[in-house]
Nanobody
Framework: QVQLVESGGGLVQPGGSLRLSCAAS????????MGWYRQAPGKQRELVGT???????ILVDSVKGRFTISRNNAKNAVYLEMNSLKPEDTGVYYC???????WGQGIQVTVSS
């Protein structure tokens, strides 16, 4: 089973930026699509975006133009670059190996002044 570990979260002011990383174990990482999800307090977990194994990324409308997903298969890592952050981006962010039950433990992102 693939292990996923997120890092890079924290507290940032509105308009600021953060870069989340997700490190994966296992050799299948480079052959699989990955997803980033988030869960705001009191709300259901929602999709932020996905990236294919070849690097084609799709983001949901609410973050399009502000967030970027990328990956480095040589490092078994996927990234979520978040710019122009808004308070409504606050939540726990998770990475996921799509098509599997493998989730990261989640990392807190708080956007507040």
């Amino acid at each position: 089973q693939v292990q996923l570990v997120e890092s890079g979260g924290g507290l940032v002011q509105p308009g600021g930026s953060l870069r989340l990383s997700c490190a994966a174990s296992g050799s299948i990482f480079s052959t699989r699509a990955m997803g980033w999800y988030r869960q705001a307090p009191g709300k259901q977990r929602e999709l932020v975006g996905t990236i294919t194994n070849t690097g084609i990324a799709i983001l949901v409308d609410s973050v399009k133009g502000r967030f970027t997903i990328s990956r480095n298969n040589a490092k078994n890592a996927v990234y979520l670059e978040m710019n122009s952050l808004k308070p409504e981006d606050t939540g726990v962010y998770y990475c996921k190996l799509l098509g599997s039950a493998s989730w990261g433990q989640g990392i807190q992102v708080t956007v507040s002044s």
